[in-house]
Protein backbone atom coordinates (compact mmCIF):
# COMPACT_ATOMS: atom_id res chain seq x y z
CA UNK A 1 0.00 0.00 0.00
CA UNK A 2 2.45 2.54 0.97
CA UNK A 3 4.64 1.37 -1.99
CA UNK A 4 2.34 1.90 -3.96
CA UNK A 5 1.46 5.31 -2.73
CA UNK A 6 5.41 6.18 -3.26
CA UNK A 7 5.06 5.16 -6.71
CA UNK A 8 1.99 7.05 -7.55
CA UNK A 9 4.04 9.59 -5.76
CA UNK A 10 6.75 10.02 -7.94
CA UNK A 11 4.60 9.23 -11.31
CA UNK A 12 3.00 12.51 -10.17
CA UNK A 13 5.87 14.18 -9.55
CA UNK A 14 6.95 13.32 -13.31
CA UNK A 15 3.70 14.80 -14.63
CA UNK A 16 1.49 11.76 -14.36
CA UNK A 17 -2.24 12.57 -13.84
CA UNK A 18 -3.67 9.34 -13.37
CA UNK A 19 -1.30 9.01 -10.16
CA UNK A 20 -2.13 12.18 -9.02
CA UNK A 21 -6.01 11.33 -9.45
CA UNK A 22 -4.79 7.71 -7.48
CA UNK A 23 -3.58 10.17 -5.07
CA UNK A 24 -6.30 11.97 -4.40
CA UNK A 25 -8.59 8.97 -4.38
CA UNK A 26 -6.61 7.55 -1.76
CA UNK A 27 -6.08 10.03 0.77
CA UNK A 28 -8.47 12.18 -0.01
CA UNK A 29 -11.51 10.51 2.09
CA UNK A 30 -8.94 10.56 5.52
CA UNK A 31 -8.27 14.25 4.93
CA UNK A 32 -11.53 14.73 4.95
CA UNK A 33 -12.75 13.26 7.35
CA UNK A 34 -9.79 14.45 9.39
CA UNK A 35 -10.83 18.00 8.52
CA UNK A 36 -14.45 17.03 9.29
CA UNK A 37 -13.26 17.25 13.29
CA UNK A 38 -11.01 20.00 12.89
CA UNK A 39 -13.51 22.59 11.30
CA UNK A 40 -16.73 20.72 10.70
CA UNK A 41 -18.91 21.93 7.73
CA UNK A 42 -16.13 23.50 6.32
CA UNK A 43 -14.29 20.06 5.60
CA UNK A 44 -14.44 20.37 2.30
CA UNK A 45 -13.23 23.89 1.72
CA UNK A 46 -10.37 23.44 3.43
CA UNK A 47 -9.52 20.34 1.74
CA UNK A 48 -9.85 21.56 -1.26
CA UNK A 49 -6.90 24.48 -0.53
CA UNK A 50 -5.11 21.57 0.90
CA UNK A 51 -5.23 20.07 -2.43
CA UNK A 52 -4.16 23.33 -4.11
CA UNK A 53 -1.21 23.39 -1.64
CA UNK A 54 -0.44 19.85 -2.73
CA UNK A 55 -0.66 20.14 -6.40
CA UNK A 56 1.53 23.10 -6.14
CA UNK A 57 4.25 22.04 -3.75
CA UNK A 58 4.13 18.24 -4.96
CA UNK A 59 7.52 18.88 -6.99
CA UNK A 60 9.15 19.78 -3.50
CA UNK A 61 8.29 16.80 -1.90
CA UNK A 62 11.45 14.88 -1.35
CA UNK A 63 10.12 11.69 0.46
CA UNK A 64 9.28 10.76 3.84
CA UNK A 65 5.64 9.82 4.40
CA UNK A 66 3.57 10.86 2.04
CA UNK A 67 0.59 10.72 4.04
CA UNK A 68 1.90 12.83 6.64
CA UNK A 69 3.01 15.46 4.30
CA UNK A 70 -0.17 15.97 3.19
CA UNK A 71 -1.92 15.60 6.49
CA UNK A 72 0.82 18.18 7.29
CA UNK A 73 -0.44 20.65 4.68
CA UNK A 74 -4.09 19.93 5.61
CA UNK A 75 -3.92 21.01 9.03
CA UNK A 76 -1.91 23.64 8.87
CA UNK A 77 -4.89 25.02 5.93
CA UNK A 78 -7.40 24.09 9.56
CA UNK A 79 -5.68 26.15 11.73
CA UNK A 80 -5.25 29.53 9.04
CA UNK A 81 -9.03 28.79 9.13
CA UNK A 82 -9.63 28.16 11.83
CA UNK A 83 -7.86 31.83 13.08
CA UNK A 84 -9.63 33.43 9.88
CA UNK A 85 -12.73 32.36 11.94
CA UNK A 86 -11.07 34.22 15.30
CA UNK A 87 -12.20 30.63 16.86
CA UNK A 88 -10.20 28.83 18.75
CA UNK A 89 -8.52 26.09 17.31
CA UNK A 90 -8.01 23.90 20.41
CA UNK A 91 -12.08 23.56 20.24
CA UNK A 92 -12.57 21.34 17.41
CA UNK A 93 -15.46 20.00 17.65
CA UNK A 94 -17.74 20.50 15.36
CA UNK A 95 -21.07 21.30 17.18
CA UNK A 96 -22.62 20.36 13.54
CA UNK A 97 -21.52 17.28 13.29
CA UNK A 98 -22.51 16.42 17.47
CA UNK A 99 -26.26 17.38 16.67
CA UNK A 100 -26.40 15.72 13.39
CA UNK A 101 -25.29 12.86 15.52
CA UNK A 102 -28.53 13.11 17.32
CA UNK A 103 -30.50 13.14 14.72
CA UNK A 104 -27.91 10.01 13.27
CA UNK A 105 -28.82 8.43 17.04
CA UNK A 106 -30.46 5.50 16.02
CA UNK A 107 -27.56 4.68 14.15
CA UNK A 108 -25.06 5.27 16.79
CA UNK A 109 -26.61 4.20 19.72
CA UNK A 110 -26.96 0.56 18.48
CA UNK A 111 -23.70 0.70 19.14
CA UNK A 112 -22.92 -3.04 19.25
CA UNK A 113 -24.52 -3.12 15.46
CA UNK A 114 -23.90 -1.23 12.88
CA UNK A 115 -22.34 2.52 13.25
CA UNK A 116 -22.23 4.65 10.14
CA UNK A 117 -18.96 6.19 9.54
CA UNK A 118 -20.28 9.42 9.68
CA UNK A 119 -21.30 8.66 13.30
CA UNK A 120 -17.99 7.13 13.96
CA UNK A 121 -16.03 10.29 13.01
CA UNK A 122 -18.80 12.75 15.03
CA UNK A 123 -17.70 10.28 18.42
CA UNK A 124 -14.43 10.40 17.55
CA UNK A 125 -14.40 14.23 17.14
CA UNK A 126 -16.06 14.83 20.34
CA UNK A 127 -13.11 13.65 22.02
CA UNK A 128 -10.82 16.04 23.41
CA UNK A 129 -9.10 17.63 20.77
CA UNK A 130 -5.91 15.75 21.63
CA UNK A 131 -7.39 12.47 21.69
CA UNK A 132 -9.42 13.16 18.60
CA UNK A 133 -6.61 14.06 16.53
CA UNK A 134 -4.36 11.15 17.74
CA UNK A 135 -6.88 8.78 17.16
CA UNK A 136 -8.02 10.15 13.46
CA UNK A 137 -4.41 10.61 12.16
CA UNK A 138 -3.74 6.85 13.11
CA UNK A 139 -6.81 4.82 12.25
CA UNK A 140 -8.22 7.07 9.83
CA UNK A 141 -5.36 8.63 8.12
CA UNK A 142 -3.14 5.43 8.90
CA UNK A 143 0.00 6.69 10.71
CA UNK A 144 1.98 5.13 13.00
CA UNK A 145 2.12 6.95 15.81
CA UNK A 146 5.95 8.36 15.49
CA UNK A 147 4.49 9.74 12.44
CA UNK A 148 1.75 11.26 14.07
CA UNK A 149 3.67 12.84 16.49
CA UNK A 150 5.43 14.62 13.63
CA UNK A 151 2.81 16.14 12.29
CA UNK A 152 1.34 17.02 15.63
CA UNK A 153 4.18 18.04 16.95
CA UNK A 154 4.45 15.90 20.40
CA UNK A 155 5.97 12.86 21.23
CA UNK A 156 5.37 9.59 20.16
CA UNK A 157 4.47 8.43 23.36
CA UNK A 158 2.07 11.55 23.90
CA UNK A 159 0.50 10.43 21.12
CA UNK A 160 -0.49 6.73 21.86
CA UNK A 161 -1.33 7.88 25.47
CA UNK A 162 -3.86 10.69 23.47
CA UNK A 163 -4.61 7.68 21.20
CA UNK A 164 -4.92 4.92 24.45
CA UNK A 165 -7.58 7.90 26.35
CA UNK A 166 -9.63 8.69 23.76
CA UNK A 167 -10.51 4.90 23.25
CA UNK A 168 -11.08 4.44 26.21
CA UNK A 169 -13.39 7.52 26.24
CA UNK A 170 -15.10 5.86 23.02
CA UNK A 171 -15.56 2.50 24.23
CA UNK A 172 -17.42 4.30 27.63
CA UNK A 173 -19.76 6.11 25.19
CA UNK A 174 -20.51 3.05 23.62
CA UNK A 175 -21.42 1.26 26.60
CA UNK A 176 -23.58 3.85 27.74
CA UNK A 177 -25.66 4.03 24.19
CA UNK A 178 -25.37 0.09 24.33
CA UNK A 179 -26.81 -0.36 27.78
CA UNK A 180 -29.66 2.12 27.08
CA UNK A 181 -30.49 -0.01 24.12
CA UNK A 182 -30.62 -3.19 26.95
CA UNK A 183 -28.74 -5.16 24.64
CA UNK A 184 -29.77 -8.61 23.40
CA UNK A 185 -29.31 -8.47 19.84
CA UNK A 186 -27.46 -10.94 18.20
CA UNK A 187 -24.40 -9.03 16.59
CA UNK A 188 -24.19 -11.71 13.89
CA UNK A 189 -26.64 -9.92 11.14
CA UNK A 190 -24.13 -7.00 10.76
CA UNK A 191 -22.70 -6.21 7.46
CA UNK A 192 -18.83 -5.78 8.12
CA UNK A 193 -18.15 -2.46 6.43
CA UNK A 194 -20.90 -0.33 7.73
CA UNK A 195 -21.88 2.95 6.14
CA UNK A 196 -24.52 5.30 6.07
CA UNK A 197 -25.72 7.05 3.44
CA UNK A 198 -23.45 10.41 3.48
CA UNK A 199 -26.19 12.86 3.15
CA UNK A 200 -24.67 16.08 4.71
CA UNK A 201 -21.86 15.67 2.70
CA UNK A 202 -23.56 17.04 -0.24
CA UNK A 203 -21.05 17.97 -2.65
CA UNK A 204 -21.24 21.42 -2.70
CA UNK A 205 -19.73 24.02 -4.85
CA UNK A 206 -16.52 25.08 -4.02
CA UNK A 207 -16.93 28.84 -3.28
CA UNK A 208 -13.36 30.01 -2.12
CA UNK A 209 -11.37 29.43 -5.06
CA UNK A 210 -8.54 31.37 -4.27
CA UNK A 211 -5.09 30.33 -3.08
CA UNK A 212 -3.06 28.83 -5.88
CA UNK A 213 -0.27 30.27 -3.90
CA UNK B 1 -23.91 -7.94 22.60
CA UNK B 2 -20.44 -7.75 23.80
CA UNK B 3 -19.34 -8.08 27.22
CA UNK B 4 -16.63 -8.72 27.41
CA UNK B 5 -14.70 -4.40 27.24
CA UNK B 6 -16.16 -2.88 30.11
CA UNK B 7 -13.80 0.27 29.78
CA UNK B 8 -12.06 0.25 26.06
CA UNK B 9 -8.74 -1.32 26.19
CA UNK B 10 -6.89 -1.89 29.19
CA UNK B 11 -3.77 -0.70 27.73
CA UNK B 12 -1.74 1.70 25.48
CA UNK B 13 -0.54 -1.93 23.85
CA UNK B 14 -3.87 -2.95 23.05
CA UNK B 15 -5.10 0.30 21.74
CA UNK B 16 -2.18 0.52 19.55
CA UNK B 17 -3.02 -2.76 18.22
CA UNK B 18 -7.05 -1.90 17.64
CA UNK B 19 -5.34 1.71 15.85
CA UNK B 20 -3.43 -0.38 13.83
CA UNK B 21 -6.00 -3.05 12.82
CA UNK B 22 -8.32 0.02 11.71
CA UNK B 23 -5.49 1.44 9.65
CA UNK B 24 -4.94 -1.58 7.83
CA UNK B 25 -8.37 -1.28 6.91
CA UNK B 26 -9.77 -4.75 7.70
CA UNK B 27 -12.74 -5.37 8.04
CA UNK B 28 -13.99 -6.38 11.18
CA UNK B 29 -15.64 -9.12 12.00
CA UNK B 30 -19.27 -8.43 12.88
CA UNK B 31 -18.67 -9.77 16.02
CA UNK B 32 -15.64 -7.48 16.72
CA UNK B 33 -16.41 -5.18 19.90
CA UNK B 34 -17.90 -1.93 19.24
CA UNK B 35 -14.71 0.26 19.79
CA UNK B 36 -13.01 -1.67 16.55
CA UNK B 37 -16.56 -1.65 14.64
CA UNK B 38 -16.10 2.10 15.08
CA UNK B 39 -12.98 2.28 14.12
CA UNK B 40 -13.53 0.26 11.30
CA UNK B 41 -16.28 2.49 10.04
CA UNK B 42 -14.22 5.99 10.79
CA UNK B 43 -11.83 4.16 8.61
CA UNK B 44 -14.33 2.52 5.66
CA UNK B 45 -13.53 3.01 2.54
CA UNK B 46 -14.20 6.30 0.32
CA UNK B 47 -17.73 7.35 -0.29
CA UNK B 48 -18.25 8.55 -3.22
CA UNK B 49 -19.54 12.02 -2.05
CA UNK B 50 -15.85 12.41 -0.88
CA UNK B 51 -14.25 12.19 -4.06
CA UNK B 52 -16.43 15.33 -5.63
CA UNK B 53 -13.51 17.43 -5.80
CA UNK B 54 -11.62 15.15 -7.29
CA UNK B 55 -11.57 17.18 -10.73
CA UNK B 56 -11.01 20.65 -9.16
CA UNK B 57 -7.85 18.91 -7.71
CA UNK B 58 -6.40 17.63 -11.04
CA UNK B 59 -7.15 21.04 -12.58
CA UNK B 60 -4.57 22.50 -9.94
CA UNK B 61 -2.07 19.58 -11.03
CA UNK B 62 -2.49 20.27 -14.44
CA UNK B 63 -2.17 24.46 -13.64
CA UNK B 64 1.17 23.69 -11.22
CA UNK B 65 2.59 21.44 -13.80
CA UNK B 66 1.98 24.18 -16.62
CA UNK B 67 3.48 26.73 -14.40
CA UNK B 68 5.63 25.54 -12.10
CA UNK B 69 6.37 27.39 -8.88
CA UNK B 70 9.71 28.29 -8.44
CA UNK B 71 12.18 26.61 -5.41
CA UNK B 72 11.29 28.88 -3.47
CA UNK B 73 7.33 28.88 -3.69
CA UNK B 74 6.99 26.32 -0.29
CA UNK B 75 7.53 29.46 1.99
CA UNK B 76 5.32 32.14 0.33
CA UNK B 77 4.14 33.36 3.56
CA UNK B 78 7.41 34.05 4.80
CA UNK B 79 8.54 36.47 2.29
CA UNK B 80 5.13 37.94 2.74
CA UNK B 81 5.21 37.98 6.64
CA UNK B 82 8.94 39.61 6.14
CA UNK B 83 7.84 42.20 3.84
CA UNK B 84 5.21 43.07 5.79
CA UNK B 85 7.42 43.31 8.70
CA UNK B 86 9.39 46.03 6.86
CA UNK B 87 6.53 47.80 5.41
CA UNK B 88 5.44 47.84 8.98
CA UNK B 89 8.70 49.58 9.81
CA UNK B 90 8.49 51.54 6.58
CA UNK B 91 5.56 52.91 7.22
CA UNK B 92 6.30 53.76 10.97
CA UNK B 93 9.06 55.59 9.65
CA UNK B 94 7.41 58.05 6.96
CA UNK B 95 5.46 58.80 4.21
CA UNK B 96 8.83 58.56 2.24
CA UNK B 97 9.45 55.37 3.33
CA UNK B 98 6.36 54.81 1.62
CA UNK B 99 8.19 53.54 -1.23
CA UNK B 100 10.03 50.14 0.81
CA UNK B 101 6.31 49.05 0.85
CA UNK B 102 5.93 49.17 -2.70
CA UNK B 103 9.19 47.85 -3.94
CA UNK B 104 8.52 44.76 -1.44
CA UNK B 105 5.24 44.12 -3.04
CA UNK B 106 7.14 43.36 -6.16
CA UNK B 107 8.83 41.41 -4.42
CA UNK B 108 12.43 40.42 -5.31
CA UNK B 109 12.15 36.86 -5.38
CA UNK B 110 10.27 35.93 -8.32
CA UNK B 111 7.72 34.27 -7.96
CA UNK B 112 5.58 34.81 -10.71
CA UNK B 113 1.62 33.71 -9.75
CA UNK B 114 1.41 30.15 -10.73
CA UNK B 115 -2.30 30.40 -11.65
CA UNK B 116 -3.80 33.04 -13.86
CA UNK B 117 -6.23 33.79 -11.20
CA UNK B 118 -3.63 35.54 -9.27
CA UNK B 119 -4.86 37.83 -7.07
CA UNK B 120 -6.08 37.10 -3.54
CA UNK B 121 -4.46 33.73 -4.21
CA UNK B 122 -1.02 34.38 -3.13
CA UNK B 123 -2.56 36.59 -0.21
CA UNK B 124 -2.55 40.08 -0.40
CA UNK B 125 0.81 40.91 -1.78
CA UNK B 126 0.05 39.41 -4.88
CA UNK B 127 3.85 39.84 -6.12
CA UNK B 128 3.90 41.58 -9.56
CA UNK B 129 7.28 40.84 -11.63
CA UNK B 130 10.38 41.74 -9.85
CA UNK B 131 11.72 44.77 -11.38
CA UNK B 132 13.59 45.94 -8.68
CA UNK B 133 15.61 43.21 -7.03
CA UNK B 134 15.99 43.18 -3.26
CA UNK B 135 15.95 47.22 -2.79
CA UNK B 136 13.63 46.84 -0.85
CA UNK B 137 14.92 48.18 2.40
CA UNK B 138 12.91 50.91 4.40
CA UNK B 139 15.68 53.27 4.18
CA UNK B 140 13.96 56.35 4.23
CA UNK B 141 14.67 57.44 7.65
CA UNK B 142 12.49 58.80 10.15
CA UNK B 143 12.26 62.34 8.35
CA UNK B 144 8.35 63.47 7.85
CA UNK B 145 9.36 63.76 4.03
CA UNK B 146 8.22 63.11 0.77
CA UNK B 147 9.76 61.11 -1.20
CA UNK B 148 12.29 62.49 -3.63
CA UNK B 149 15.24 60.28 -4.96
CA UNK B 150 13.04 56.77 -5.06
CA UNK B 151 11.93 55.67 -8.60
CA UNK B 152 8.67 56.03 -9.40
CA UNK B 153 6.59 52.94 -9.20
CA UNK B 154 4.01 53.67 -11.60
CA UNK B 155 6.75 54.43 -14.19
CA UNK B 156 8.31 51.64 -14.26
CA UNK B 157 6.19 49.65 -15.99
CA UNK B 158 5.31 46.09 -14.47
CA UNK B 159 4.52 44.35 -17.26
CA UNK B 160 0.77 43.99 -17.52
CA UNK B 161 -2.19 44.53 -15.28
CA UNK B 162 -1.24 41.59 -12.45
CA UNK B 163 1.85 43.67 -11.89
CA UNK B 164 0.12 47.14 -11.80
CA UNK B 165 -2.57 45.60 -9.66
CA UNK B 166 0.20 44.59 -7.10
CA UNK B 167 1.86 48.05 -7.06
CA UNK B 168 -1.02 49.70 -6.44
CA UNK B 169 -2.25 47.30 -4.03
CA UNK B 170 1.24 48.05 -2.21
CA UNK B 171 0.62 51.66 -2.45
CA UNK B 172 -2.44 51.23 -0.97
CA UNK B 173 -1.29 49.60 1.78
CA UNK B 174 1.02 52.21 2.18
CA UNK B 175 -1.45 55.05 1.83
CA UNK B 176 -3.53 53.11 4.36
CA UNK B 177 -0.76 52.83 7.06
CA UNK B 178 -0.43 56.39 7.22
CA UNK B 179 -1.80 58.84 9.53
CA UNK B 180 -4.34 61.49 8.38
CA UNK B 181 -2.42 63.91 7.92
CA UNK B 182 0.40 62.24 6.07
CA UNK B 183 -1.73 61.08 3.68
CA UNK B 184 -2.77 64.39 2.37
CA UNK B 185 0.50 65.27 1.77
CA UNK B 186 1.50 61.88 0.28
CA UNK B 187 -1.38 62.29 -2.46
CA UNK B 188 0.44 65.32 -3.73
CA UNK B 189 3.72 63.41 -4.46
CA UNK B 190 4.64 61.74 -7.32
CA UNK B 191 4.80 58.54 -5.96
CA UNK B 192 1.03 57.93 -5.03
CA UNK B 193 -0.22 59.64 -8.50
CA UNK B 194 -1.03 56.90 -10.33
CA UNK B 195 -2.71 55.77 -7.17
CA UNK B 196 -5.14 59.23 -7.43
CA UNK B 197 -5.43 58.29 -11.46
CA UNK B 198 -6.17 54.85 -10.64
CA UNK B 199 -8.36 55.69 -7.78
CA UNK B 200 -10.32 58.46 -9.65
CA UNK B 201 -9.39 61.52 -7.46
CA UNK B 202 -7.47 62.07 -4.65
CA UNK B 203 -11.02 62.17 -2.48
CA UNK B 204 -11.27 58.62 -3.89
CA UNK B 205 -8.20 57.23 -2.80
CA UNK B 206 -9.38 55.78 0.73
CA UNK B 207 -12.20 53.72 -0.38
CA UNK B 208 -10.70 52.78 -3.76
CA UNK B 209 -8.00 51.14 -1.20
CA UNK B 210 -10.25 49.93 1.38
CA UNK B 211 -11.76 47.69 -1.60
CA UNK B 212 -8.44 46.97 -3.29
CA UNK B 213 -6.49 45.99 -0.29
CA UNK B 214 -8.29 42.73 1.09
CA UNK B 215 -8.52 43.05 4.39
CA UNK B 216 -7.62 39.42 4.97
CA UNK B 217 -6.12 36.89 2.89
CA UNK B 218 -5.39 33.14 4.00
CA UNK B 219 -2.17 33.39 3.60
CA UNK B 220 -1.00 36.99 4.44
CA UNK B 221 0.33 36.54 8.02
CA UNK B 222 2.02 39.46 9.09
CA UNK B 223 2.89 38.83 13.27
CA UNK B 224 3.05 41.48 15.27
CA UNK B 225 5.84 43.81 14.11
CA UNK B 226 8.72 42.96 16.20
CA UNK B 227 9.74 46.76 16.01
CA UNK B 228 9.12 48.73 18.97
CA UNK B 229 7.99 51.44 17.25
CA UNK B 230 5.23 49.55 16.11
CA UNK B 231 2.76 51.81 17.73
CA UNK B 232 1.92 52.45 14.50
CA UNK B 233 -1.15 51.14 11.81
CA UNK B 234 0.19 48.57 10.02
CA UNK B 235 0.17 48.89 6.08
CA UNK B 236 -2.29 46.24 5.56
CA UNK B 237 -4.52 47.72 8.18
CA UNK B 238 -7.69 48.54 6.61
CA UNK B 239 -9.59 50.04 8.73
CA UNK B 240 -7.24 53.14 9.22
CA UNK B 241 -9.70 55.38 10.24
CA UNK B 242 -8.87 59.03 9.45
CA UNK B 243 -8.63 59.91 12.87
CA UNK B 244 -6.31 61.53 15.43
CA UNK B 245 -3.02 61.98 13.02
CA UNK B 246 0.09 59.76 14.21
CA UNK B 247 -1.90 58.13 16.96
CA UNK B 248 0.30 56.03 18.25
CA UNK B 249 -1.74 52.92 19.04
CA UNK B 250 -4.16 52.53 15.71
CA UNK B 251 -3.27 48.65 15.62
CA UNK B 252 -6.80 47.33 16.60
CA UNK B 253 -7.81 47.01 12.90
CA UNK B 254 -5.18 44.37 12.50
CA UNK B 255 -7.23 42.53 9.67
CA UNK B 256 -4.95 39.47 8.81
CA UNK B 257 -4.62 36.28 10.40
CA UNK B 258 -1.75 35.12 12.39
CA UNK B 259 0.87 32.99 10.08
CA UNK B 260 -0.05 30.06 8.70
CA UNK B 261 2.15 27.56 10.81
Given at each position: MTGELNEAVAAAQAGDEEAFRFLYRSLQPGLLRYLTALVGADAEDVASEAWLQISRDLPS????EFRAWTVTIARNRAMDHLRRQRRRPALPVPVQALSELAGDADTAERAGETIGTDSALALIASLPPREAEAVLLRAVIGLDAETAGRVLGRRAGAVRTAAHRGLRRLAAMLQRTDADQSSDQAGGATPPRPRTGRGRQAPQAPKAEPADG | MNFRRSDGPADRAESERLLDTARTGTPPEPTADPLALLLAAAAAPADPGELTGEERAVAAFRAARANPAPAAAPRPRHRFRVGAVLAGVAATATAGAAFAAVSLDRNPEPAPPPVPATSGSTGASGPGTPTHSGGATPSGGPSGGIPSTAPTPGGSGGPGRPADAAQLAGLCRAYLAKSDRQRARALETDVFADLVSAAGGADRVEDYCLALVPEKSPEAAPPEPASPRAASPK?????????????????????TTAPGR
Open positions: FTGG | PSAHKATPSAPAAPTRRTGRP
